[in-house]
């Protein structure tokens, strides 16, 4: 926010508003938009110097100039006033406290470096990335600055990986009898993160351009289960063929078929993306919810929780179908 | 791109070309930057209405107009020139073709639209979405055209983990002895994705704000291995103690000593980590190098490309540490 900007007042001329403008434009950042203030420096209007060029010289500041003002209140979040400018494509945002007075202006070149600051800071959070979230500072940054941005998140999720390892080891035994399960661990894991991940990156998205708010769970749920529906009948056919196809020699006991070890591995890996998909949504749009940035419980954070939860629909599934 | 700008002629006098601007200034988008041009429209100079005003009014244009301009070709990726707009500030970019005859301008406005999508569109192919990445149209689109555009990259994927599939059968001996290493495969997947996804996300961050260039390449893998090795002592090292506290119950053969095991997954882990780190940074840049977007080869992909080193690595350090 700047305070290098142009004020007029209610009462002068458009001639004696230009010459103001001509002797202060040396010294201000902008000309192009004035801000018409009362005695008390409250904002009252506004005038571009297209405006003054082409009115009546002796018309009166008040008559020509624009009441249905676009502005910020000092509160507001920078990236709000910076959408502001650029949905309406201001050159300059004016900026307000909680008594109406002009404090500041936001330049509309102000406004593209806070929407390249957000993008980084959205893309690093997205990625598990602690810290301040400069735009072009990566290799300025010390090692052992971008060590410490990146070991936070990793050692949380390390952590949370613990339930992963309690999920495999209380199946242990199924695993033992059935050592081709193993085989399809990390397709499953990384099926159910990717849809999980579309999903997240899509609704942080959507949230951070104000196209949705945390008020529209229902509508974007019922989306991404219209298009998790489809997703889940493909994978589920894909994975079924692949254990008919590709999975011969490995171990199983007597007596059960490829097919039905097929059959659980389509039905698990069906499951799993369809509730990869409702979480990869559900989350971001709590976050939001919470008053939190959406972008901290995407891809890594998610793929973490998709892996558990599909580890344990997986082993179940597999139990179900299997009879044991 | 809009042609709706105003131009002023070299000979004109500062009062003309301002009675000029105030005539077009009805129609044109914006009469705050003007382009001077010859009588072949060649591009030769730039004025703003601030210049203008603060000008002596029997001045020429050429004597007062700025000749180190700033501008684009029609060539040009429109990201760049948007990327022209912020780094200098300015309310517009000329546009001209390979005569220098100006051809239309982009204006800031344009820009902020244009780094806009360009960031969803980075954000998408990230997460692996094909289509065309059109901002704050999620609930626009149809779950048919949402359903086309994840599939695509979700099925190749699923096809790629194929390969992960036949690690783990290659392996399925050593698993059978030692079922604990399967409890620790999902914590080894997962902290390798995250890892080589946090590299992925900077390099392609900073790739994104022309910080670096693939030229960089030695400068960029020899930071990420500097923070890649105290990134690999402490995850290598929680890895071992994971195994000594919390893995005391799962099945491995008799004379194999749980510390045995916890250094065979801590070194594993570490290997993995710092391949991950190196394969994160490494495939944006050789995206870039051959001028595909770096963002397609990102977080999915990578994750789905380093569960196979990982897994590789995982049995093979086992095989070596427990001598079979």
Redesign the interface.
């Known amino acids: 926010m700047t305070s290098d900007y142009a004020t007029l007042s209610p009462e002068q001329s458009v001639t004696e508003a ?1 010459a103001k ?2 002797r202060e ?2 010294d201000k950042e ?3 938009y004035s801000y018409v203030v009362d005695l008390g420096r409250k904002l009252i209007g506004f005038l571009s ?2 405006d003054l ?2 009115a009546r010289p002796e018309k009166r500041v008040e008559e020509i100039m624009h009441r249905d003002l676009i502005f910020a209140h000092v509160t507001d979040d920078q990236e709000d006033a910076a959408r502001k ?2 949905k309406y ?3 300059a945002l004016p900026v307000v406290n909680g008594n109406n007075v002009l404090v500041g202006i936001i ?3 102000d ?3 806070i ?2 600051q957000e ?2 800071e ?3 959070k ?4 602690a810290g301040s979230h400069e ?5 300025r940054t010390s ?2 600055q ?2 410490k941005n ?2 936070v ?3 949380l ?2 952590a949370l ?2 339930i ?2 309690y999920i ?2 209380s199946f ?1 035994g199924l ?2 009898q059935f ?2 399960l ?6 499953l ?3 159910g ?3 999980g ?2 999903s ?7 949230l951070a ?1 104000r ?2 708010s945390p008020r ?1 769970i229902l ?1 974007v749920l019922w ?1 991404e289960f ?2 998790g529906l ?2 889940v009948l ?2 589920a056919v ?2 079924f063929g ?1 254990v008919i196809f ?2 011969g ?3 199983r006991p007597e007596g059960f078929s490829l097919s039905l070890i097929g059959l659980a591995v389509g039905v698990a890996l069906g499951i799993q993306v369809l509730t990869a998909t409702l979480i990869g949504s559900l989350l971001p749009l709590a976050a939001a919810k919470a008053k939190l940035d959406p972008a901290v419980v995407a ?2 954070a998610l ?2 929780i998709v ?1 558990i939860t599909g ?1 344990f629909i997986f082993f179940t599934t597999a139990k179900f179908f299997l009879g044991i």
């Open positions: 230009i403008l001509r434009a040396p902008t000309i192009y110097l297209k060029i082409l400018i650029a494509d201001l050159i330049t509309h070149d406004a593209i470096d929407i390249n993008h980084t959205d893309m690093e997205f990625m598990a990335i735009t072009g500072v990566y290799m090692s052992w971008h060590f990146r070991c998140w990793l050692v999720l390390a990986g613990l992963s390892g495999v080891q242990e695993l033992l050592a081709i193993a085989t399809f661990m990390p397709m894991a990384d099926t993160g990717n849809t991940s579309q997240a990156t899509l609704v942080v998205r959507a351009v196209e949705i529209d509508r989306r219209k298009v489809p997703l493909l994978l894909l994975a692949r590709f999975a020699s490995a171990s891809s890594p793929t973490t892996d580890l």
